[in-house]
């Protein structure tokens, strides 16, 4: 988060202009890299105060999010960069327990249908997929790779 402090104006001074005040920023350290090596979740080193800071570009964002491998699928792109997809291990997310959860509008339907379109295409022929739709947000996804019964 990126903010402002309140400016303190002393009571009696009749100024229109500010001249104190503090900007700040809130961060959340999530793992390091060093140049281009490979990203690892963790944080070895915390910076201290009037340490350097550095803008995100893609490719830093490319480091942290692009470890693929052959189990990886595309489900969409990343929401700090369109450039990038964004990739789930499906091996993963397979043989494990596994929750998609978000605010209302945040993409959880979005990111289902794609991974949904994903394990139904060629890379996975021998995937079979039961999907109970209450709502029937996935038939039409999936019109062309699925059956649906009603």
């Not at 961060?27 to 944080?43: A, C, M, N, P, T």
């Not at 990343?78 to 978000?102: F, M, Q």
Request: proline share 3%; hydrophobic share 40%; charged share 25%.
């Amino acid at each position: 988060m990126v903010g402002a402090s309140e400016i303190d104006h002393p009571e009696n001074e009749k100024t229109f202009f500010a001249i104190s005040g503090q900007r700040w920023i809130e961060i959340q350290l999530i793992g390091e890299s060093y140049g281009r090596d490979r990203f690892e979740r963790g944080v070895s080193i915390f910076p201290t105060i009037d340490d350097e800071v550095h803008i995100v570009t893609d490719e830093d964002l490319a480091v942290i999010y692009g470890n693929a491998n052959e189990s990886m699928i595309t489900i969409g792109s990343l929401a700090a960069s369109e450039n990038l997809p964004a990739k789930i291990d499906v091996d993963k997310i397979v043989t494990r327990h596994a929750a998609i959860v978000g605010s209302t509008g945040s993409g959880k339907s979005n990111t289902v249908a794609g991974f949904l379109k994903a394990l139904a295409s060629t890379s996975f022929p021998n995937a079979q997929i039961i999907v109970i739709d209450t709502h029937g947000e996935y038939g039409v996804a999936l019109e062309d790779r699925a059956k649906c019964l009603d």
